[in-house]
């Protein structure tokens, strides 16, 4: 049997022959797509602030609470830590190569914390952008 408009007809030969035209508008696609990765990339991005929390040095907790996330221009995400010294604890040495630092007062921390997170993180975090991604496109 066929399934065809407007109810079942019988032996059908004629689905052979046929064609099916869908029309779609572009721009809606594009809109929708970019929408999409837009809440994606923001769930990630505060995902990636969460875990990396733990590796930020804490001295005091001044470095740890400056974290944010802040977009930029088209749409790209930056994790941001907003102190004088955060440059200078993310590579663990000042930028004219002075001062290395040889020791971080709270263990499980260093520099480069994201890429620590990273690390640990990255099945979660490819996880959570497919999810969001997927999400927003219902």
Request: proline share 1%; charged share 20%.
């Amino acid at each position: 049997m066929c399934l065809q408009t407007g109810g079942i007809i019988g032996n059908c030969r004629w689905y052979k022959n046929m064609s099916v035209i869908v029309k779609t508008d572009k721009q809606k696609w594009i809109g929708a797509i970019n929408k999409a990765s837009g809440v994606a990339l923001y769930a990630l991005a505060e995902q990636m602030l969460a875990d990396s929390e733990q590796f930020v040095p804490k001295l005091t907790d001044n470095l740890r609470e400056s974290g944010k996330v802040v977009q930029g221009e088209s749409g790209r995400m930056y994790l941001v830590w907003d102190t004088v010294y955060a440059l200078y604890q993310w590579f663990g040495i000042r930028a004219d190569g002075s001062h290395p630092v040889h020791n971080y007062t709270t263990a499980g921390t260093g520099k480069q914390w994201v890429e620590t997170a990273k690390g640990q993180n990255m099945e979660k975090w490819h996880d959570i952008a497919q999810k969001q991604f997927s999400g927003a496109l219902k």
